[in-house]
């Protein structure tokens, strides 16, 4: 089993990168990045197209430079190393595999350029492809794989070189959501396995939440937080990563004080009680409430708070019910009811009026964007 | 059923009408003409210009030393002469390869803007009269040329260069007029060229020279072997270059097909020739569409293979 | 670091770039010089600007120093030759286009039998040898009495410019999506209807492309065009070519130049026409 550790195998130290693109001027899709990366860790950079990921990725593969800044390898600089002298190896987004060799050709290109002996290139490739587990598939010709087992081919290429770090970008993106699952876990797995520390591109949050033990969110070329899945789920920085991962419920308001316990005023709207530590009396903040922290029964104690809402909508997706419905003052909410066979959920309707219950730990605070 | 029997003979009368006119045109006026030719070139050349019907295949006998007869004697020139058509026509290929390969790169790696601009200057001096083209390098490489002229000028010669009437000043004339014909296809196959491949190559560790030779070269190899056909093609039957440049010193099989229509008046031994310059190329053509034909059976089983 | 030793093979790059463009643009901006050239014995050597050449290929005295007779042109061949040269251009490409696209439409559009053995030979005109179709045509047409004359020019050049234009119609229906056609006959429209209001318009540029450029190419013929003129018919560039074989003289570099402007012009056009999107 691989051991995450707390030593550093790369960092990117002060990153920044600006383009001039005939239409629409400067885009800077490195924005002063600093990152450093764990031995064997799983890191995933989320973020929308065009906010740096992959242009951070190519960076650290060597086929982007830098304007400013550097990326260090166990501490040494990288700049001046062209992109064939790194131990680094990618999966590319569309696996970019060579179209003119078999599976074993490609597979094997790497230890070929290298000069390894043919005899030992063999039982490394026969071992790799063991290991995706496409054995047998040697003399077929990319073109007649399917996307699924391209993407092992890809895979198994990558890591063949025992690189230091394997970069993924957007690795899964192609695959039909069925297959991108279980490649997730298999991709989990087999990183258990190899004990090699992933770099892995994605706008997915769904993916990024799966597989990574860390995750960078990334926004306009610049990390706006980096933590576990847990941490960047439950207590997101500023709205935009709240709003990036996973669905939420996100009020704009003012905090207020009130002896031992505090709220944040919603203009022309309720008040949600909240605990405020950190945060000051008349702080413009962001507060989340996820959906699933609503319940339509009060909880037990009495701490914590209510929002009245209107159904408007009721989606089915199997495991639970959505509710979307609007505050009285207009503002949209979601929340979520574990679907029970029975008749509480169905008398559920659209128009009714609703009261939705949270625990006073369930509301988190941020500080408000200046936007 | 009725109505697909009106469909069906609707779809004939289309099909007759629009293919009838091509079929007259190359029928009579390409597949009978280069048939006659082929006849004739079997046939005995009369004593004042004009064919004797009788079968005779030594026009073939003088070329290539068999089968002689008919007062005939083999005349190992021709042999030569088609030696060094074969050996021009291949350096023609050789250099217009060179020089159209890095400009492809050049070319597909600019803004879409540029790229436009920098094609339609390459595609069009094609347009340009041949004649007019190569007249300008009679202008450049004769004694009292603009080379010679300017390089005296400068003092780096005394006495004008020997360029015009040389083996060079041919292959100079060729590989400018058929210059285009090599680029197009290069940077048909160039722009298609899958630049993360590369990327890929070199992520594998592959030095530059390792990713030219076995990522660029082989995928781009399409579009070289498409260029080398229609360079060697044109450059192979061409009598205007060597009879422009190459004076009487350079001469190839065009231009002593010419001769035998035009002055000599030996009609059958100029088909012959013209036979021989016909079957190489048919052959060269043949060789081409099958390798590309497997080519693309490689691909159409491996796409039927794709899930 | 790396950042320099990318750009720098961008550089050479660039250089070689244009180095190219100057080997092909050259020998033509040296013919537009000397053709401005008011040296009659040497052109290399600048001796001042004059438009005599291009006004004694009208026929019209020098207004410089007095020249030798031999330096001015009879008009009236120059333009009877130039005359021959747009009949054979324009017959011959309207023609072509005419069968190059119903070919094309046909290939495009039904699936018979013999497709490929069609779409094999229509290649065939354009790879065979100039010299190899010119001679296989002279043979043809003295042998069943044909008279050699601008007919025959024209016949010959339609043999290989519909390939031409079939190239360029098909490459254009080929992009072209065919359920418009399709939706125009659900509409109720009759095949001449749809053809007239919706397949022609939108092949139409590559079927002005397609004549505009074999319509140069045929202006410009010299081999197959030698070949079947026979002796009293003369295009323009078969004037230019007997001119040349006479010797080097300043006007064949005007008249070259009219040529290169009025080629250059008319390909422009058809290339813009061939690459423009609806």
Redesign the interface.
């Given at each position: 089993m691989r051991q995450v550790s707390e030593q550093e195998v790369l960092r990117v130290d002060g990153a920044r990168k600006t383009f001039r693109t005939?239409e629409s001027g400067v885009v800077t899709p490195l924005d002063g990045i600093t990152l450093s990366i764990r031995n064997n860790e799983f890191l995933t950079l989320l973020g929308p197209s065009g906010c740096g990921k992959t242009t951070l990725l190519k960076t650290i593969?060597?086929?982007e430079e830098l304007d400013e800044g550097e990326i260090f390898l166990e501490g040494r600089a990288m700049s001046a190393v062209?992109?064939?002298?790194r131990p680094?190896?990618?999966v590319?987004?569309?696996y970019?595999?060579?179209?003119?060799m078999t599976v074993a050709g490609n597979v094997g290109?790497?230890l070929q350029?290298?000069g390894v002996k043919r005899g030992e290139e063999t039982a490394r490739v026969t071992d790799v492809l063991r290991l995706v587990g496409l054995s047998g598939l040697e003399r077929?010709?990319?073109?007649?794989?399917?996307?699924g087992q391209q993407q092992r081919v890809a895979l198994a290429?990558?890591l063949i070189?025992r690189p230091r770090v394997l970069l993924l970008d957007e690795s899964l993106s192609a695959l039909d959501r069925k297959l991108r699952q279980s490649m997730q876990i298999e991709l989990k797995n087999l990183q258990n396995t190899v004990g090699i520390t992933f770099i892995f591109v994605t706008h997915d949050q769904e993916e990024a939440l799966t597989m990574s033990d860390r995750i960078a969110v990334m926004d306009k070329g610049r990390i706006l937080q980096l933590g576990t899945p847990a941490e960047i789920y439950d207590t997101p920085k500023n709205r935009f990563v709240a709003g990036f991962i996973g669905t939420s419920n996100i009020f704009s308001g003012t905090l207020a004080k009130d002896g031992g316990t505090s709220r944040v005023e919603i203009e022309s709207g309720p008040a949600i009680a909240v605990t405020a530590d950190g945060f000051a009396a008349g702080d413009k903040v962001d507060v989340m409430l996820r959906p699933e922290h609503f319940a339509l029964a009060s909880g037990r104690n009495g701490a914590g708070g209510s929002l009245e809402a209107v159904i408007e909508n009721i989606v089915f997706v199997g495991t639970d019910l959505h509710l979307h419905g609007r505050l009285a003052n207009g503002l949209p909410v979601v929340a979520l009811e574990r679907h029970a066979r029975g008749a509480g959920a169905l008398s559920l309707a659209p128009g009714q009026t609703v009261t939705l219950h949270y625990q006073a730990t369930a509301p988190h605070l941020m500080k408000s964007q200046a936007v | 059923m009725a109505e697909g029997g009106t469909i069906s003979s609707?779809?004939r009368k289309?099909?007759f009408?629009?293919?009838t006119?091509?079929t007259l045109?190359?029928g009579a006026?390409?597949?009978?003409?280069?048939g006659?030719?082929v006849v004739?070139s079997f046939l005995e050349p009369g004593l004042y210009g004009g064919v004797v019907w009788s079968f005779y295949p030594y026009n073939y006998g003088r070329i290539f030393g068999w089968p002689l007869g008919g007062g005939e004697e083999f005349e190992p020139l021709y042999i030569q002469i088609i030696l060094n058509s074969l050996y021009y026509a291949a350096l023609t290929v050789i250099v217009t390869l060179v020089?159209c390969y890095?400009?492809a790169?050049?070319?597909s790696?600019m803004?879409p803007?540029a790229k436009n601009i920098?094609l339609?200057?390459?595609?069009?001096?094609?347009?340009?009269?041949?004649?007019?083209?190569i007249?300008?390098?009679?202008?450049?490489l004769?004694p009292?040329?603009?080379v010679?002229?300017?390089l005296m000028s400068l003092g780096l010669i005394d006495q004008p260069l020997n360029m015009i009437f040389t083996e060079f000043a041919v292959i100079v004339g060729l590989v400018?007029v058929l210059?285009p014909f090599m680029f197009l296809p290069i940077y048909a196959s160039v722009e298609r060229l899958?630049w993360?491949?590369v990327?890929?190559?070199?992520?594998?560790?592959?030095?530059?020279f390792?990713?030219f030779r076995?990522?660029i070269l082989?995928?781009t190899a399409p579009g070289i072997a498409g260029g080398c056909v229609?360079v060697f093609?044109?450059a192979?039957?061409?009598?205007?270059v060597p009879s422009?440049l190459g004076g009487s010193k350079v001469q190839m099989t065009?231009n002593v097909?010419?001769r035998q229509?035009?002055q000599a008046r030996n009609?059958p031994f100029?088909?012959t020739l013209?036979m021989i310059?016909?079957a190489s190329?048919l052959l060269l053509?043949l060789a081409y569409t099958l390798w590309m034909r497997r080519a693309a059976n490689?691909?159409r089983?491996?796409?039927a293979?794709?899930? | 670091m790396s950042k320099r030793r990318f750009s720098s093979g961008?550089t050479a790059?660039?250089i070689?770039?244009a180095a190219?463009?100057i080997?092909?643009?050259a020998?033509?901006a040296?013919?537009t010089v000397?053709s401005f050239n008011s040296n009659a014995l040497?052109?290399?050597?600048w001796t001042g600007f004059t438009f005599d050449w291009y006004r004694t290929l009208f026929g019209m005295q020098p207004a410089g120093a007095a020249f030798d007779a031999a330096f001015t042109e009879n008009p009236d061949r120059l333009l009877g030759v130039l005359r021959n040269s747009l009949i054979v251009a324009l017959s011959a490409s309207a023609i072509s286009t005419?069968?190059?696209t119903?070919?094309a439409?046909?290939t495009a559009r039904?699936d018979?039998i013999g497709k490929r053995i069609?779409q094999a030979?229509?290649f065939?005109?354009m790879?065979?040898?100039?010299?190899?179709?010119g001679?296989?045509?002279?043979?043809?047409f003295v042998?069943v009495g044909f008279k050699l004359s601008l007919a025959t020019i024209i016949?010959?050049h339609?043999?290989f410019l519909?390939s031409y234009v079939?190239i360029i119609v098909a490459a254009r229906l080929a992009g072209m999506d065919n359920t418009l056609e399709v939706a125009s006959a659900d509409l109720g429209a009759g095949?001449v209807t749809t053809f007239r209001r919706v397949t022609l318009p939108l092949i139409m540029p590559g079927v002005i492309g397609g004549f505009l450029?074999a319509f140069?190419?045929s202006?410009?013929d010299?081999?197959i065009t030698y070949?079947i003129a026979g002796v009293d018919t003369q295009t323009l560039?078969l004037f230019?070519?007997a001119m040349?074989r006479r010797g080097?003289r300043p006007q064949?570099?005007a008249l070259?130049v009219l040529?290169?402007m009025f080629?250059?012009v008319?390909?422009?056009a058809g290339?813009y026409f061939r690459s423009r999107r609806n």
């Open positions: 005939p593969a060597g086929f062209p992109a064939h002298r680094f190896n990618t590319f987004q569309n970019a595999l060579f179209p003119h290109y790497g350029v290298a077929r010709k990319p073109a007649q794989l399917s996307g290429r990558a070189n | 609707q779809r289309a099909l009408v629009l293919l006119p091509i045109l190359l006026f390409f597949l009978i003409p280069l006659i030719m004739y020089v890095p400009v790169f050049w070319v790696r803004g803007m920098v339609f200057a390459i595609t069009l001096p094609f347009f340009a009269n041949l004649l007019v083209r007249y300008a390098w009679l202008l450049l004769r009292t040329g603009a010679n002229t300017a400018y210059t899958d993360s491949l990327q890929a190559s070199q992520d594998l560790g592959a030095t530059p390792q990713t076995r990522v082989p995928l229609i093609i044109p192979l039957g061409n009598f205007i422009f065009g097909i010419e229509f035009l009609w100029g088909s013209a310059v016909m190329v053509v490689n691909e089983l491996a796409g293979g794709h899930v | 961008w790059l660039h070689y770039g190219f463009l080997f092909l643009y020998p033509l040296l013919i000397y040497n052109m290399a050597v005419v069968i190059g119903a070919t439409l046909a039904y018979f069609y030979l229509l065939m005109p790879i065979m040898p100039d010299i190899v179709l001679i296989a045509l002279l043979i043809f042998g016949i010959g339609c043999t519909s079939y095949p450029l140069i190419i202006l410009d010299v081999v070949f560039p230019i070519l040349v080097i064949i570099n070259a040529l290169i080629s250059f008319v390909a422009s290339l």
